[in-house]
């Protein structure tokens, strides 16, 4: 019996998987509820789980032979965004705080029955998978935090899928072997200090709006004139705070975002520049200001051999339709770029979408719906992928 026909076969597992992680969405590090589930169905599929950071790990197989032991890392996410839910899922998180708009409670579900599939199979194994199930993928300290606690250690490649929801029809599988597949990102804050004061009144307080103010549009500043217009550079503010009341000046004002680029020496004067920006600027308006990086990632860049002979194992799948599409790019970002930047190392996403009016929102769309006839396929390529490149 090969991969595909059993993942057909426990598909109302893995659905039930995604559904009970759709419903009980979590944001962040700490996901109790996810990790007690994932530890709960890892320990009735005959493995061990064990912490590891925030995150779960478990690890099949056995030394091959003549004592070299290969080991690969099949990675998931599993934490949800921190925004409501409009899908009209039966099953959608009711809390009105937390949805898995980005897929990654397919990620999680796939792999917990991918584990399943590769423990039926362990006595064939030619050496050890090993299975991370990472929190605060969406807010880029998942992986490191999983790193710091050891999920690398003995690793020889990892290997990890993503759902991609929209118009694309089911079965196409998408990859970039040795180009920069995603962009980095460095998260950041400015926390801007002013004097607060009554509004009639301004020439007595430092107003940290008025500077914050001018440090977004100096930012915006920075991609439109010191950019280089030929590689790829983009720079957000997703998050703009300050005050509680029309007739007060607050003390503080705060601006979050982001920075994403394709191009190292970009990033470095970016990031450079965002920190003199936040400097100088506060400091022409008399006020002061505090400069976080919240998450610096690098660019993702998969292996060139390791992603084209897990494209090739893709192509061994007897599934239906199962169509290669190489050199993928995105401007976002992913924090599997922290593992790939420390050992071989490819992310596929696999096609999630509808062709009717179900596909037209895409991910981090409170309205995105994602196609769960994806899950086999995501089920197969984990097991299949794995087991055969350790044959290789």
Aim: aromatic share 6%.
């Amino acid at each position: 019996m090969h991969f595909y026909q059993r993942a057909l076969e426990l598909n109302g597992e893995t659905l039930a998987h995604r559904r009970y992680l759709h419903e009980h969405a979590e944001v962040g590090l700490d996901m109790p509820l996810a990790r007690a589930y994932i530890t709960q169905k890892l320990e009735e599929y005959g493995l061990t789980p064990v912490p590891c950071g925030y995150g779960v790990t478990a690890a099949i197989g056995k030394p091959s032979e003549g004592g070299c032991e290969k080991t690969l890392l099949l990675r998931a996410d599993m934490d949800a965004l921190p925004m409501p839910e409009e899908s009209g899922e039966p099953f959608a998180c009711p809390t009105g705080r937390q949805a898995h708009a980005c897929g990654h409670d397919f990620h999680a579900a796939m792999l917990l029955t991918a584990a399943k599939l590769l423990k039926e199979r362990e006595p064939q194994l030619q050496g050890r998978v090993k299975f991370m199930f990472q929190p605060a993928e969406e807010t880029f300290e998942g992986s490191q935090n999983m790193i710091e606690n050891g999920v690398l250690e003995g690793v020889d490649a990892a290997l990890a899928f993503h759902v991609a929801p929209g118009k694309l029809p089911i079965g196409l599988f998408m990859y970039n072997a040795g180009g920069v597949m995603m962009n980095s990102v460095d998260g950041f804050r400015i926390t801007v200090q002013g004097k607060g004061g009554h509004g009639a009144y301004p020439n007595l307080s430092v107003d940290p709006i008025h500077a914050a103010v001018q440090i977004f549009a100096a930012l915006e500043g920075l991609i439109a004139r010191e950019a280089n217009p030929e590689k790829t550079c983009v720079l957000t503010v997703g998050k703009f705070h300050a005050g509680d009341a029309p007739n007060i000046i607050p003390d503080t004002a705060v601006l979050e975002g982001t920075l994403r680029t394709n191009d190292p020496e970009a990033r470095n004067l970016l990031t450079r520049r965002i920190a003199e920006v936040a400097e100088a600027i506060p400091a022409a308006c008399n006020a002061k200001a505090e400069l976080t990086w919240l998450s610096q990632v690098p660019p993702l860049v998969c292996d060139r051999a390791f992603t084209e002979q897990i494209a090739s194992c893709m192509l061994e799948l007897p599934i239906p339709g199962l169509t290669p599409y190489p050199g993928m790019q995105a401007n976002a970002s992913e924090d599997f770029a922290s593992v790939a930047a420390r050992l071989p190392s490819a992310l596929l996403y696999l096609s999630a979408g509808f062709a009717d009016e179900r596909g037209d929102y895409s991910a981090h769309n409170p309205k995105v719906r994602f196609n769960e006839e994806v899950c086999p396929i995501g089920v197969a390529a984990m097991a299949h992928c794995a087991a055969r490149w350790l044959e290789t």
